[in-house]
């Protein structure tokens, strides 16, 4: 099992890539955190960001999802997928979470121990 | 690939703003290289006279600092003025000796005051007001001298002459015409004008031509002297008698000029590698001295720059404002009128108000307001419209607040307000911020007050009033625009019409095809273009064009109404209003078994279960098993009915079953905005028909129907379409005028103001008048509708529809 960038977080798999549609997003409830929406560009590039807009505490996954940005279903704020950040010049971040693909199946790097 | 070389001469408002729409298209075409004669950044011209007066300073209207132009990689010769161009070896040469090579050439050299060609203008005491230099030695001026003499009537003149009477100058100005401001106001408008500033203390000398500046001997001015030999003291004179475009570096390089630079539609010059914006063109035989159509320019360059070979400019119909601060004054296309015109005047000399509007073949083509300006902005839409002006004739003068709108409290006037008076009531914007936002961030269109400010940006009531504050602010330099000009977003310059024609054209029947054949700039555009590309897509080619899911914004992809907390209300569709004990019996369990928060009946006629989980929502479709309202979509909501004869004893039809029978005829129909009927017994209007997209009204004879009401953001009460006799009769005249909106409308355009955009009688004239076009009206309907399912029990049966609601573990 590999370890990502935080120590003693895990790589877990959650679904494969086809479970999410492209331009689509998938909601992962992990027990005891905060909801995590995943996504899946036109590019097939998968993010994973905290399902929590910074303005307004939105559902980001029920966003619409464009290049690598989703904009907030609630009031339209447009959050960058790479970096959580959003879009100038509203102001405000959401916490990433790791992500990878390997061989068609996604995995989050979640805090270990769960 | 190496990169081209883009050389801009000129760092004003019109070269960088050209660099910005370039850098919006394309950032990796050229290395910009910009050469200005100033030793400052791009500032905003237009606020020169705040500066003047003191209200504002010059970092206050700094547009793009050094910062700006180190994050794009441009190099920026301030100070440093280009003397020469070698077209040959395409290159430029400056005064301060650098050379710099270019692919591309933009000319963007403004104007240069015009000086009198009178003795003495180059003693010590004599300037002109174009840049932050004159308006340094204006204000040095003022601290060190008592006299001064405005040379010109004009804006640029009574501001100059404004901002040293409020630096403690005595000022007096000199005009040659009859009246000051004579190109934007007509004489009444003039008088009233003079008045209040001689009130403020300014003297006036018009029709006074000067013949010399004189001199103290020691080279400084003491005074003027006029053609009939009078003369005036004075130790300042400031030359404010017009702007003449500046060609000397296009006359040298043997660029065709006439008057300006002469360009064509695509802003290019007649040496094709050289284009030119703003002040110094000549665009078929004008030029402009105003803000708003360099932008316009800027875009239609920058596009041609970015190889896109799309923009063309047509000219611009402008519109000023005279920058005193208390003084409002507002004119904007042909106020002067003439044989042809006519004019409807408001004057009330006595409370400094005057007004005149000037109508030609029934459209208003030109405005001049005095005093009360607040509906500027209105008059200059309906001038741009060049619409019909019709209806509106009789209520014109008293303004836009005069034709029905709420919202705002009825409060309209944008000057008087202080700054804390909240102008969007959606987001809880105050005047104050979008005022500041405007000066300090250089906004100049609606779309970037919303942007920056949030105002404006869910309802979109306060537009108007966003719209007046711009030009409060900033003049003829704001950038307002109806939608039918505007592109649809910033990934495409197609406006909502150029698209539904290239769909429809081209035979375009996807998304990726569409944004592939019209050059989008995103790879996937955004949350404003794809929901718009999808309807069109769908409504010009059913059952061909896949819907696509990703593209429908969440309450159209969740079937269901997503709620601040990210829960979900639920309206499962009764028809007309109508329901049973054994489904309001379904609905109370539905209720108790997922714990719903708030059982609420709606404006529509029907219950409303509010607080579901999105992961809920499947088996709360399958448990209520009843067809799903629609109430989330643009799409058709409801058929509001009364009882109808059946019970009432003022009934004179059968409204409910008539209700019902619309609703089944319609269910399943999308459209560019939500959609809502009603169907009243008797002209009572129990159903209240008078403020529905279509509203039908039951009399003795037969169904009266109203088309264009609505009784949201802008009450609009609908107005009367055709009197018809059989129920079928209903559905055909009902179904074919939506259908017409159906086709017609763009995206998010309520009924009304598509009516407002096309007319009603367009409407009529296809829809009442040709029955061989209603019948094929109404069946491209039926063959659209006939695509659609019921999207609850779709979602119940298929597992794969279902996977938007289930949620992942880890």
């Not at chain 2, 569709?573 to 009946?601: C, N, Q």
């Not at chain 2, 319609?666 to 939500?674: A, D, E």
Request: with cysteine; hydrophobic share 40%.
């Amino acid at each position: 099992m590999n370890t990502s960038s935080l120590q003693q977080s895990v790589w877990v798999s959650i679904c494969g890539i086809d479970d999410i549609p492209r331009l689509g997003s998938r909601v992962v409830h992990h027990q005891g955190h905060a909801p995590i929406a995943v996504f899946r560009a036109s590019d097939d590039h998968v993010f994973a960001l905290v399902d929590r807009c910074p303005h307004q505490g939105g559902p980001l996954s029920a966003g619409l999802v464009h290049g690598h940005a989703v904009t907030c279903p609630l009031h339209s704020w447009t959050v960058c997928l790479e970096d959580g950040q959003a879009q100038a010049p509203d102001v405000g971040c959401v916490r990433k979470v790791d992500v990878k693909v390997e061989a068609g199946r996604i995995f989050l790097g979640l805090p270990g121990g769960s | 690939m190496k990169k081209m070389k883009l050389v801009v001469v000129g760092n004003g408002m019109a070269g960088i703003r050209t660099i910005e729409e370039l850098l919006k298209l394309d950032t990796s075409l050229y290395d910009i290289t910009v050469f200005g004669s100033e030793p400052h950044p791009n500032y905003n011209r237009i606020l020169l006279s705040p500066v003047l007066t003191g209200e504002q300073t010059l970092e206050d209207i700094i547009l793009n600092g050094r910062s700006w132009y180190e994050e794009h990689g441009i190099t920026l010769h301030m100070n440093s003025t280009v003397t020469r161009i070698n077209r040959a070896r395409k290159e430029v040469m400056t005064d301060d000796g650098k050379t710099a090579r270019y692919d591309r050439l933009l000319l963007a050299t403004g104007s240069k005051p015009f000086m009198l060609p009178v003795p003495g203008t180059d003693l010590d005491g004599v300037v002109t007001f174009r840049d932050i230099g004159d308006v340094n030695r204006m204000i040095e001026a003022a601290g060190r001298l008592k006299r001064a003499v405005v040379i010109g009537g004009g804006l640029l003149g009574l501001e100059a002459a404004n901002g040293l009477a409020m630096r403690g100058m005595q000022v007096s100005v000199v005009h040659l015409g009859a009246s000051l401001l004579d190109r934007q106001l007509d004489g009444a408008a003039a008088a009233l004008l003079q008045g209040s500033l001689h009130e403020r203390g300014l003297e006036f000398l018009l029709e006074r031509q000067t013949e010399a500046i004189l001199g103290n001997g020691q080279g400084a001015v003491r005074g003027i002297r006029f053609r009939d030999g009078g003369e005036l003291e004075t130790d300042l004179v400031v030359m404010a008698v017009g702007i003449r475009p500046n060609t000397d570096l296009a006359d040298a390089a043997g660029i065709h000029t006439d008057r300006g630079v002469v360009v064509n539609d695509t802003l290019q010059t007649y040496d094709p590698s050289i284009y030119a914006v703003g002040e110094c063109v000549s665009h078929r035989g004008m030029a402009y001295g105003l803000v708003a159509p360099l932008f316009e320019q800027a875009k239609v360059a920058a596009n041609h720059l970015a190889l896109h070979g799309i923009g063309r400019y047509g000219g611009s119909t402008t519109s000023t404002k005279l920058k005193v601060t208390g003084i409002d004054v507002f004119s904007a296309g042909e106020f002067m009128g003439g044989a042809d015109t006519e004019a409807i005047t408001l004057a009330d000399p006595v409370g400094g108000v005057y007004k005149k509007l000037v109508i030609r073949d029934d459209r208003l083509i030109g405005a001049c307001l005095y005093g009360d300006t607040v509906d500027g902005a209105w008059y200059f839409r309906l001038i741009r419209e060049a619409k019909s002006i019709g209806e509106l004739r009789e209520n014109l003068m008293f303004g836009e607040s005069s034709i029905g709108d709420t919202g705002h409290s009825g409060e309209n006037s944008i000057a008087g307000m202080p700054d804390t008076t909240e102008i969007c009531g959606c987001n809880g914007v105050c005047k104050g911020t979008i005022v500041k936002a405007i000066r300090e961030k250089g906004l100049f269109t609606v779309d970037e007050v919303k942007k920056h400010t949030k105002a404006a940006s869910s309802c979109g009531s306060c537009t108007g009033l966003v719209e007046q504050i711009l030009i409060n602010c900033i003049g003829g330099a704001a950038d307002i625009k109806p939608k039918s000009e505007k592109a649809i977003c910033a990934c495409a310059d197609y406006t909502h019409g150029e698209l539904r024609k290239a769909i429809r054209e081209q035979h375009l029947t996807s998304i990726p095809e569409t944004m592939r054949f019209l050059e989008w700039r995103s790879p996937d555009g955004c949350a404003t273009c794809r929901p718009a590309l999808n309807y069109y897509l769908m409504s010009t080619w059913p059952g061909e064009a896949r819907d696509d899911t990703q593209s429908r914004l969440i309450n159209e992809r969740a079937h269901a109404n997503i709620q601040k907390d990210g829960t979900y209300s639920v309206v499962p569709r009764m028809w007309g209003g109508v329901t049973s004990p054994s489904e309001l019996r379904r609905i109370a369990d539905v209720a108790d078994k997922y714990h719903v928060p708030m059982v609420k009946v709606t404006g529509g006629q029907r219950i409303d279960l509010l607080g579901i989980r999105k992961e809920d929502l499947p088996a709360v479709w399958k448990d209520l098993d009843m067809p799903s309202g629609h109430a989330y979509g643009k799409s058709l909501r409801t058929v509001k009915t009364c009882v109808g004869k059946e019970f009432c004893r003022f009934g004179t039809q059968d409204s409910t079953g008539m209700g019902i029978a619309l609703e089944k005829d319609l269910v399943g129909m999308w459209s560019p905005h939500k959609v809502k009927l009603a169907v009243s017994g008797c002209p009572r209007n129990c159903a209240e028909s008078g403020i529905k997209d279509i509203g039908i009204i039951a009399v003795d004879s037969g169904w009266e129907l109203y088309v264009g009401g609505n009784g949201g953001i802008k009450t609009e009460v609908a107005q009367f379409f055709v009197k018809v006799q059989t129920h079928d009769d209903v559905l055909e005249y009902a179904g074919a005028f939506l259908q017409l909106y159906r086709e017609e409308a763009f995206y998010l355009e309520r009924t009304c103001h598509y009516l407002s955009r096309v007319g009603l009688e367009h409407a009529k004239a296809r829809v009442v008048d040709d029955a061989a076009n209603r019948a094929e009206l109404y069946a491209r309907l039926r063959f659209a509708i006939s695509f659609e399912k019921d999207p609850w029990a779709e979602r119940v049966e298929q597992a794969s529809a279902r996977r938007e609601f289930e949620n992942l573990t880890a």
